[in-house]
C-alpha cells in the first residue's frame, strides 16, 4: 500500500511538471523553427535561430530589459525598506492599536490590485509619475505579505540578542540594522526570489501608466510586439517570449539550491 501511494507521487508530480512545462517546450520548438513546420511539428524539419534576430530586430529589447530591470531594483528597495520597518514595528515595538492596524494592513491580502486601479491612477498622475518607473512601482511598494513575512521573522529573533545590543548602547535602528536584519536574510532572500518574479511579469498596471519606450517594460513591450495588427507569427512571437522569460529561467537554473534553502530557512523561522 506505502508503495502504491509513492508510485501515484510520484506518478502526480512528473503529470504536473509535464503539464507546466509543455508550454515552454512548444514555445522552444516554435522558436528555432519556421512557423510552418512549427505548427504542423514536423520532427525532422531544420533548426534555425533566425527567428530570435528578427525578434530582436523588431523592438528594443535592450530598453525594455533595462526598464524591468530598473523596475524590479526600485520596488524591491522600497519594499526592503517599508516591510522592514513595519515589520519590526509590528514585532518588537508596542503602541496603542498594534493589533487592529495589523489586521487592516493583512486586510490588504484580500484586495485585488486590479481593483484600485483606478485609484492608483489618480493617485500617480496627481503626483506626476506617470509614465515613469517610479510610477509604475510605487504602488507596489507597501507589500502587506512583505510586512508580515518580516515580522514572522523578527518575532523569531531572542529577545536576549535585542537586550544585549540596548545595552550597548544601540538605539532601535542600530538594533534593527545589526542584530534583526542580518539573522532575518534567508527571508529577505526567500521575498526578493517571490517579489522579482511577480514584477518581471506583470502587466495590466504598467500597461496603463506607461506611454512610451523610454519606461516600458518587457511585459507590456512584448504585447505590443505580438499585437495582431504588427502580423502574427508564431514563430517570431515565441522567440521574444523566450528572450523575455530568459533572465528568470537562467538565473533560477543556477541558483535553485539556494532559492529552495531560502525558502526553507524562511519557514523554519
Same mark, same amino acid.
Given at each position: 500500500?506505502? +508503495?502504491?501511494?509513492?508510485?501515484?507521487?510520484?506518478?502526480?508530480?512528473?503529470?504536473?511538471?509535464?503539464?507546466? /512545462?509543455?508550454?515552454?517546450?512548444?514555445?522552444?520548438?516554435?522558436?528555432?523553427?519556421? =512557423?510552418?513546420?512549427?505548427?504542423?511539428?514536423?520532427?525532422?524539419?531544420?533548426?534555425?535561430?533566425?527567428?530570435f534576430?528578427?525578434a530582436?530586430?523588431?523592438?528594443?529589447?535592450?530598453? #525594455?530589459f533595462?526598464n =524591468?530591470?530598473?523596475?524590479?531594483t &526600485?520596488?524591491? /528597495?522600497?519594499?526592503?525598506?517599508?516591510?522592514?520597518?513595519a515589520?519590526?514595528?509590528?514585532?518588537?515595538?508596542d503602541?496603542? $492599536?498594534?493589533d #487592529?492596524?495589523?489586521? %487592516?494592513v493583512?486586510m490588504?491580502?484580500?484586495?485585488?490590485? *486590479?481593483v484600485? /486601479?483606478?485609484?492608483? #491612477?489618480a493617485?500617480?498622475?496627481?503626483?506626476?509619475?506617470?509614465? =515613469?518607473? %517610479?510610477?509604475? $512601482?510605487?504602488?507596489y511598494?507597501?507589500?502587506?505579505?512583505?510586512?508580515?513575512?518580516?515580522?514572522?521573522?523578527?518575532?523569531? &529573533?531572542? /529577545?536576549?540578542?535585542? *537586550?544585549?545590543?540596548?545595552? *550597548?548602547?544601540? $538605539?532601535?535602528?542600530?538594533?534593527?540594522?545589526?542584530?534583526?536584519?542580518?539573522?532575518?536574510?534567508?527571508?529577505?532572500?526567500? #521575498?526578493?526570489?517571490?517579489?522579482?518574479?511577480?514584477?518581471?511579469?506583470?502587466?495590466?498596471?504598467?500597461?496603463?501608466?506607461?506611454?512610451?519606450?523610454?519606461t516600458?517594460?518587457l =511585459?507590456?513591450?512584448? +504585447?505590443?510586439?505580438?499585437?495582431?495588427?504588427? $502580423? &502574427?507569427?508564431?514563430?517570431?512571437?515565441?522567440?521574444?517570449?523566450?528572450?523575455?522569460?530568459?533572465?528568470?529561467?537562467?538565473?533560477?537554473?543556477?541558483f535553485?539550491?539556494?532559492?529552495?534553502?531560502?525558502?526553507?530557512?524562511?519557514?523554519?523561522?
Amino acid at each position: 500500500m506505502k +508503495s502504491l501511494t509513492t508510485f501515484m507521487d510520484s506518478f502526480g508530480a512528473i503529470l504536473l511538471a509535464i503539464i507546466w /512545462i509543455a508550454p515552454l517546450l512548444f514555445a522552444f520548438w516554435a522558436a528555432t523553427h519556421s =512557423t510552418s513546420d512549427a505548427v504542423n511539428l514536423n520532427l525532422f524539419s531544420p533548426w534555425t535561430l533566425d527567428n530570435f534576430r528578427v525578434a530582436w530586430a523588431g523592438a528594443p529589447w535592450l530598453k #525594455y530589459f533595462l526598464n =524591468t530591470f530598473m523596475l524590479v531594483t &526600485v520596488i524591491l /528597495i522600497g519594499q526592503f525598506v517599508l516591510t522592514t520597518l513595519a515589520g519590526f514595528a509590528f514585532a518588537q515595538l508596542d503602541f496603542p $492599536g498594534k493589533d #487592529y492596524v495589523f489586521i %487592516l494592513v493583512l486586510m490588504q491580502l484580500f484586495i485585488l490590485p *486590479e481593483v484600485l /486601479i483606478v485609484e492608483n #491612477y489618480a493617485m500617480i498622475s496627481r503626483l506626476g509619475l506617470f509614465d =515613469t518607473i %517610479l510610477g509604475v $512601482g510605487m504602488p507596489y511598494m507597501a507589500s502587506a505579505f512583505g510586512i508580515f513575512l518580516m515580522r514572522q521573522a523578527f518575532k523569531g &529573533v531572542p /529577545i536576549e540578542l535585542h *537586550e544585549a545590543a540596548r545595552i *550597548e548602547g544601540c $538605539g532601535l535602528l542600530g538594533i534593527l540594522w545589526r542584530v534583526y536584519v542580518p539573522l532575518a536574510k534567508p527571508t529577505y532572500l526567500a #521575498y526578493a526570489l517571490v517579489s522579482v518574479s511577480t514584477h518581471w511579469n506583470n502587466f495590466l498596471w504598467p500597461l496603463i501608466v506607461t506611454n512610451s519606450p523610454d519606461t516600458r517594460p518587457l =511585459t507590456v513591450g512584448l +504585447s505590443i510586439f505580438g499585437a495582431p495588427e504588427n $502580423g &502574427v507569427d508564431i514563430s517570431i512571437i515565441s522567440a521574444a517570449t523566450l528572450m523575455s522569460v530568459a533572465p528568470l529561467l537562467i538565473a533560477f537554473l543556477i541558483f535553485q539550491r539556494q532559492f529552495v534553502q531560502a525558502f526553507l530557512r524562511a519557514g523554519i523561522k
